[in-house]
């Protein structure tokens, strides 16, 4: 098993506050992706980083892989209530698994 | 567009009984996936088919059979439910290698073995 481990597990933040999600592993994966769930849904994807240090920006998104493909984070700018839910990075190795990280839940106070 | 569809939403299972999960899509994909999701465990690959009339172990396959009837319905069966098979189970299908497509999840089944 490849262990993905995500900090903050949880976290609480006030609207319009920045935050940053970590996603680090001991294993080299050749992409990486992150995911948003929300309660009673199943996971959405909202990005995939293929290169070693890419950066990639969606609106108040920004999601990095680790030059050595072992780590990833996603930063979040201006937090709003609409970004609240449990956020999951996932690695993939080899064609057909992805494994996923244990998540941070994310809650945005208004 | 339904995308995929899960069946049932939710199960309550006494020890020993059996079960089929079913799972549906209509995006012509050819890879299905199923995942279990536990509490700090993140999800974790069960089965998967990366094409009709194949099927794969994924890293917790014991307890689990699966049968991709055809491209659109991929099937988890459980024998002899267990109590630690109490979870959240989601399908999921793609386009092509998981690594490089996007995934699309189901709604999940909530699955309760007493």
């Known amino acids: 098993t490849q262990l993905l481990e995500q900090s903050p597990q949880f976290l609480s933040i006030q609207e319009g506050e920045n935050l940053t999600v970590y996603c680090n592993s001991s294993?080299?994966?050749?992409?990486l992706q992150w995911y948003r769930q929300e309660p009673g849904e199943g996971p959405v994807l909202l990005v995939t980083?293929?290169?070693?240090?890419e950066v990639k920006k969606l609106k108040r998104l920004t999601f990095q892989f680790g030059d050595a493909r072992k780590d990833s984070s996603l930063h979040i700018t201006a937090a709003q209530p609409g970004d609240t839910g449990l956020y999951l990075c996932?690695?993939?190795?080899?064609?057909?698994?992805?494994?996923f990280g244990t998540g941070t839940r994310l809650t945005v106070i208004p | 567009n339904a995308g995929v569809t899960q069946t049932p939403k939710f199960q309550v299972l006494k020890t020993g009984q059996s079960m089929t999960l079913q799972c549906a899509q209509d995006?012509?994909?050819?890879?299905m996936y199923w995942y279990r999701q536990d509490p700090g465990m993140g999800l974790r690959l069960i089965y998967y088919?990366?094409?009709?009339?194949?099927?794969d172990k994924g890293e917790v396959p014991n307890g689990y059979n699966v049968s991709r009837l055809n491209k659109r319905e991929f099937s988890l069966r459980l024998e002899s439910a267990a109590p630690s098979q109490t979870s959240v189970y989601f399908c999921?299908?793609?386009?092509?290698?998981?690594?490089?497509?996007?995934?699309?999840f189901g709604q999940g089944t909530r699955l309760t073995v007493v």
């Open positions: 995006m012509n994909h050819n890879s």
């Open positions: 088919s990366a094409s009709e009339g194949t099927t």
């Open positions: 999921a299908s793609s386009e092509g290698f998981f690594a490089r497509t996007e995934a699309f």
């Open positions: 980083v293929v290169t070693g240090g």
């Open positions: 294993s080299v994966f050749s992409s």
């Open positions: 996932a690695g993939a190795s080899g064609a057909n698994n992805l494994f």
